[in-house]
């Protein structure tokens, strides 16, 4: 069984957001495997949209055995079991692209040294380095 490590960075803006993100990682330690580190959690302001709603965000290591799709499936059915509606693509047309409050938002950062280019899938994540709630709490557990 191959280890990666993957790191996912968790958002909530709706409901509880701490229950949300540890409900979240608890979820990601039993499907996709080990949390090795977490960061802090930083409350932030909405990013791409209005809303009164500031987000809860950090960032989490994992070991995993799962694929990047399979890591993605995992991530994707987590969102929606906690409630999230509808997830828009960051790499979606921009003109196009919608980001709306949600009680959890998990992304694929980065997985191992892997590059990932395909039309649902970008890893890196293509968006990361712009985001300050990202960039903080992965700096935080990359020490």
Same mark, same amino acid.
């Given at each position: 069984?191959?280890?990666?490590?993957? *790191?996912?960075?968790?958002?909530?803006?709706?409901?509880?957001?701490?229950?949300?993100?540890? /409900?979240?990682?608890? +979820?990601?330690?039993?499907?996709?495997? %080990?949390?090795?580190?977490?960061?802090?959690?930083? %409350?932030?302001?909405?990013?791409?949209?209005?809303?009164?709603?500031?987000?809860?965000?950090?960032?989490?290591?994992?070991?995993?055995?799962?694929?990047?799709?399979?890591? +993605?499936?995992?991530?994707? /059915?987590?969102?929606?079991?906690?409630?999230?509606? /509808? /997830?828009?693509?960051?790499?979606?047309?921009?003109?196009?692209?919608? *980001?709306?409050?949600?009680?959890?938002?998990?992304?694929?950062?980065? *997985?191992?040294? +892997?590059?990932?280019?395909?039309?649902? +899938?970008?890893?890196?994540?293509?968006? @990361?380095?712009?985001?300050?709630?990202? @960039?903080?709490?992965? %700096?935080?557990?990359?020490?």
């Amino acid at each position: 069984m191959t280890d990666h490590q993957v *790191y996912l960075g968790l958002g909530s803006n709706i409901g509880d957001r701490e229950a949300n993100i540890r /409900k979240a990682v608890s +979820l990601i330690q039993e499907r996709i495997g %080990e949390v090795a580190r977490q960061s802090p959690l930083i %409350e932030t302001e909405p990013w791409g949209f209005e809303s009164d709603n500031r987000f809860l965000n950090g960032v989490i290591l994992c070991h995993t055995a799962l694929t990047p799709r399979q890591v +993605l499936k995992v991530t994707q /059915k987590i969102e929606r079991e906690l409630g999230r509606k /509808k /997830k828009t693509s960051p790499t979606a047309n921009r003109s196009t692209l919608t *980001y709306h409050d949600r009680p959890i938002d998990i992304d694929i950062l980065l *997985y191992d040294d +892997l590059t990932v280019d395909e039309p649902d +899938l970008k890893i890196p994540h293509p968006l @990361m380095r712009e985001r300050d709630f990202v @960039m903080i709490p992965l %700096e935080e557990i990359r020490k």
